[in-house]
């Protein structure tokens, strides 16, 4: 069996059963979201339409973005209850979510830069990335494996839509708490810079196929405080002053 074939079932057969997989080689990006699209069709998320909601970012502005779409019901509205979710892990990013007033088409999408991309944006709301594996070894399975199991997407808390305004990002304050631990207050510290900055690469990958993405579409952009880890029971609180609040209890 081919590594693209062997790496859906493994994730599929995962999914289904709770029990976790041993990590399936992989060559290359192509292939990892060849899993991608493997295990979407073999679930039924999307059916024939573009998936609505997508996650999106890079470590550094010279690292290579990634690009997740989101299976439907993982997305919450907050203040959410995920106690019943079947977590491994609980990591925990807080992130900005970008929403598209348009439709964009690979046409479009193709000649975009970050500006042009920007004015396509009509909302932004605080959002919070809950953050598992299917893969045995967890966060050290290899960055293809994880990027075949959507880069280690487990489900996304949305917080309320704001009209989206071009900030001081370099300013953007970040406070997460996270159960009795104290707050931690991170500032500028999107990898990016800017979270529209992962808007063109986005919109290429996600219309490379055809697919028109339609007005609503939602892109989670990147961390801003790593990846700390909570615990069953926690209650989660990230705010970003100025744009709002995201609440979920683990």
């Known amino acids: 069996m081919d590594p693209i074939a062997t790496a859906v079932q493994a994730l599929v057969q995962a999914r289904r059963s709770g029990v976790a997989a ?11 979201y060849a899993v ?9 998320w999307f059916g024939d339409a573009a998936p609505r909601h997508w996650k999106s970012g890079a470590s550094s502005p010279t690292s290579l973005q990634t690009h997740a779409p989101l299976p439907p019901a993982g997305i919450r509205a907050s203040p959410a209850d995920a106690r ?23 046409d479009l999408a193709g000649s975009l830069d970050v500006a042009a ?11 919070i990335e809950l953050v598992d594996t299917r893969w ?28 989206y305004l071009r900030r001081d990002w370099a300013s953007q304050v970040c406070r997460v708490a996270i159960g009795t631990a104290p707050m931690a207050e ?7 810079g800017d979270p529209a900055a992962v808007l063109p690469a986005w919109l290429r990958h996600a219309t ?34 100025g744009i709002g609040v995201a609440d979920v209890q683990l």
């Open 117 to 127: 991309a920007s004015a396509l944006v009509d909302a932004m709301c605080v959002a």
């Open 84 to 106: 019943a979710w079947p977590f491994r892990l609980r990591g925990i990013e807080a992130e900005i979510a970008l929403r598209l007033g348009c439709e964009v088409d690979a």
């Open 22 to 32: 041993l990590a399936v080689p992989l060559p290359d990006a192509d292939a990892a």
């Open 186 to 192: 991170h500032r500028g510290s999107h990898s990016l």
């Open 208 to 241: 490379r196929a055809g697919h028109r993405l339609p007005a609503g579409t939602v892109v989670t952009t990147g961390t801003w405080c790593g990846l700390p880890m909570a615990a069953a029971g926690d209650r989660v609180h990230v705010d970003f002053p």
């Open 36 to 44: 991608q699209e493997g295990v979407s069709h073999s679930l039924g």
């Open 136 to 163: 045995a070894e967890a966060l050290d399975a290899p960055p293809l494996a994880k990027l075949a199991d959507l880069q280690s997407h487990a489900a996304l808390v949305l917080g309320e839509w704001q009209p």
